[in-house]
């Protein structure tokens, strides 16, 4: 059973992703919140699969409780809730760590397979987004060069540079010919060795040090413990 915790301040809202959530069978609604306050003391009450966080809410916003619920909880799977998808605390949010975003005009059935996948740590972005997204972190950075870590195999580099142009591990089995299984133990690996908390901010990395050019496509043979800069404009 997946556990889901509801943060939204508006009831209708929280009623209908209730009804939804809980008609699809393997998932229980353990908690719902009107606001970030909430629903951070939600989180560390509840420990729920995956949290369902909108972003405007009253008292405490979305993006603010997240940062709380990941600065206490890495491990934590949270998942905007958005009206607007140029929201730029959807950006924010996920540079925090939030796994992935779901617009509230999106088909009934993209919510529930959403919290399926944040449950099993898939990524819930669509290559476009997640484009805008590094876009926007490497923009917000300065200008440096940075080494690939020599710490990672190559196998795991070439799984890296797949995630870093928005693959999932389903596609990244297909392109590498290997089993699901193999490249979420890959994915999780880098991730571990690398310290990041999601595939949000791999993908980030994969850009920094080289794994995946400016037209997001994976680059042969990057040079190990080599570097590369990058503009910060």
């Known amino acids: 059973m997946i556990r889901v915790v509801i943060a939204d301040d508006q009831a209708l809202v929280r009623a209908g992703v209730r009804m939804l959530l809980q008609a699809a069978g393997e ?6 919140a009107v606001d970030g306050a909430q629903a951070v003391q939600q989180a560390e009450l509840l420990r729920p699969d995956v949290l369902l966080m909108d972003l405007r809410m009253p008292r405490m916003d979305g993006l603010e409780a997240t940062r709380r619920i990941l600065g206490s909880w890495p491990g934590a799977r949270i998942v ?6 140029e929201d ?15 617009v509230k005009d999106d088909e009934p059935e993209r919510m529930v397979d959403a919290v399926r996948r944040a449950a099993a740590g898939e990524p819930l972005l669509a290559p476009s987004v997640l484009r805008r997204v590094v876009e926007r972190a490497l923009a917000a950075e300065e200008q440096a060069a940075v080494q690939v870590p020599a710490g990672l195999t190559d196998r795991e580099l070439e799984v890296l540079a797949l995630v870093g142009v928005g693959l999932s591990n389903a596609e990244i089995a297909d392109a590498l010919h290997v089993g699901v299984t193999t490249v979420k133990t890959h994915v999780s690996t880098a991730m571990d060795k690398l310290g990041l908390r999601n595939r949000t901010q791999a993908a980030v990395v994969a850009h920094r040090i080289g794994l995946v050019d400016a037209e997001f496509r994976p680059v042969a043979n990057p040079p190990r413990g080599g570097s590369r800069s990058h503009p910060s404009g």
Request: proline share 0%.
């Open 88 to 102: 730029e605390n959807v950006y924010a949010a996920l540079r925090a760590g939030a796994i992935g975003f779901l």
């Open 80 to 85: 905007i809730l958005t009206t607007f998808a």
């Open 27 to 32: 998932m229980e609604v353990c908690g719902e």
